[in-house]
């Protein structure tokens, strides 16, 4: 399969050629993006949270420890919580993923299962979806949601092109073929969790499409 380093490259060179393809031609702003650019760099690594090593599991979990809490300090404050609070909820918000959370996804996860398939890309795009506010620029939280599933899908790709052995005069393919770009796993269980999770996200997705009365434009 493909290393750490690689898929941060391409995941990377990507995010800046979707970033700049958002400000000209898309005209969204240069802030907009940038922030397009990075979760898409963010999401060619998110397949690797299921790997057997833990520094993606860290690193990753690091990152959504420091950046999901802060997501939730506007929605409080207009909620009229009090600033101690908000304050409070950072922290164990810091805690919780970032130990709770990375442990148990290490543990109920294995290398190259549902986490590396389409159903799981698209789970990833509408978290990112739903999770940004919906004030203000609104057409931004479909680009960063298409932009994070465009970073997995390269990461998902890539271990399918790796997964071919190219030396000699005739390819073959590796043991690990079709274990990346999939739609089901070998686990019942596993799959039938992941479109579950999907189905979930998809209704929470069509009520807000009606709430806001489209995607986010």
């Known amino acids: 399969m493909a290393g750490f380093r ?18 000209q031609p898309l005209e969204f702003t240069t802030g907009a993006g940038i922030l397009a650019a990075a979760v898409t760099g963010i999401g060619g690594m998110l397949p690797d949270l299921d790997s057997d090593s833990g520094i993606p599991v860290r690193e990753m979990f690091g990152l959504m420890a420091a950046v999901v809490p802060l997501m939730l300090v506007f929605p409080l404050h207009r909620a009229g919580v009090s600033t101690e609070s908000i304050l409070a909820t950072l922290l164990v ?21 549902m986490y590396h398939s389409i159903p799981a890309m698209l789970v990833a795009g509408l978290c990112v979806y739903l999770a940004y506010p919906t004030t203000g620029e609104r057409g931004v939280r479909l680009l960063l949601g ?9 990461h998902l790709v890539l271990d399918e092109m790796y997964s071919v052995d190219w030396r000699g005069l005739k390819p073959k393919l590796k043991s690990s073929a079709g274990s990346a770009v999939k739609f089901f796993s070998p686990s ?11 189905g979930a996200l ?3 997705a069509y009520r807000n499409y009606q709430k806001v009365g489209g995607l986010g434009f």
């Open 188 to 198: 019942l269980p596993a799959t039938a969790t992941c479109y579950l999770i999907l």
């Open 93 to 113: 918000g810091y805690a919780f993923i970032r130990y709770f959370a990375a442990n148990a996804f290490r543990r109920i996860t294995v290398h190259r299962g």
């Open 6 to 23: 690689t898929h941060i490259t391409v995941s990377g060179a990507l995010g800046i050629a979707y970033g700049g393809f958002a400000v």
């Open 202 to 204: 998809c209704y929470v």
């Open 146 to 154: 298409v932009g994070v599933m465009l970073g997995f899908l390269s």
